[in-house]
């Protein structure tokens, strides 16, 4: 491309960075910019939840296999206050949905005596066949986006038990399956619609090597941040490094330690760490960009990919705004973009 057409690109999308608020969040991939469904998926930035699916947790709750030991003796005791430092998520799958997730962090667990599996953070939330349904509904309804399923811990899972969760999954989404791939630089939102293919499954466990249609850990790194103080994570965040060729995972969340949660005993998760995140933490990452990793020191930090929160769904849902609008300075950067993997 010649440097008149760059100009000619930049030109019509800096008139449209004006209209980014509105972007449409149910159908946002499917309003981006043309020339954004060229850019592989793993160099565009795409809001998700953490533990997506505490929203299912209730005072019926019971513990789960990934409960901390301690908890079989306090949970009787301070149920109301356990529950409020484990649920991350307060609304459930297709709402998230229709506000611009596009990824899920998904943990799973068995329970004794039932044929079925459940999602969990120590305490058992929803059996996973309403939710998973939720989002295969949403992809036949939006056939413009694209959803990524992180199935990432697996208690109480036996070798059979992957081979039949596994199933369920193909069973679920079949031919809407991205299956992996040696280039993932080759998957963009235009050739996904060329093929009408709109999921990934990551599931991170070995037994996935035997099954093409999934993607196995690798391919999309979640460090965990591990931090209780948000500048401990805007260190940790800014401190990412990135390779070419995978996606990857940006945690924008604090972790409360036992220590964090008695000394605020009486608040919550969402008081105490979501908005911290997302007053102090996302008007960091709009100093952030999608795109290709390029050589150190080109750029000062890692691009995004992924980027995922608690609450998503706080002040209007600004927080996958936030990471959606991001994706328009792909546009200013289009030569970098078509240079490298046009
Ligand atoms: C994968 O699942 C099997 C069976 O549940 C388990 O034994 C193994 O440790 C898991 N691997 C990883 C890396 O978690
Ligand atoms: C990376 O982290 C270390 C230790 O946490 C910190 O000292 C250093 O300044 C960080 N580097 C950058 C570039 O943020």
Known sequence: MKLESYLFIIAIVMGKDSTAQNFNLENWMRDLPAQLKDVPLIYL???????????????ASTLAPDAEPILHRLYPLFRGTIIRWTITQAIDTKQ????????????????????????????????????????????DSHPGEVVILDLQHFYGFQPEDHQRLMRYLLNIFG?????????????????????????????????????????????????WPQQDRTAGLVNFLHNITRRPGIGFVHQAVLTPTPKFIILRWI??????????????????????????????????????????????DLDNAIFPRTIIELNLKLLRNTDLVYHNYG
């Open 175 to 223: 031919a809407k399956l991205i299956p992996r791939q040696i280039d993932l630089q080759s998957i963009t939102l235009n050739s996904l619609s060329r093929l009408r293919q709109q999921v990934v499954v990551v599931y991170r466990n070995q037994s996935v090597s035997a099954i093409s249609e999934f993607w196995q850990s690798q391919l999309l790194p979640s460090p």
């Open 45 to 59: 930035a795409i809001p998700g939840s953490h533990d997506s699916m505490t929203y299912g947790i209730t005072r």
């Open 267 to 312: 608040s919550n998760l969402r008081e105490k760490c979501a908005v911290p995140v997302k007053n102090e933490v996302l008007p960091k990452l709009t100093e952030l960009a999608p795109g290709p990793p390029l050589a150190k020191g080109v750029n000062q930090f890692a691009p995004v990919n992924v980027v995922i929160a608690d609450f998503v």
């Open 96 to 139: 998230q949905l229709l506000i611009g997730i596009r990824y899920f962090d998904l943990r799973l667990a068995t329970k004794k005596d039932e044929n079925h599996y459940f999602f969990t953070h120590g305490l058992y939330a929803e059996e996973i066949s309403k939710p998973l349904q939720q989002i295969r509904d949403f992809v």
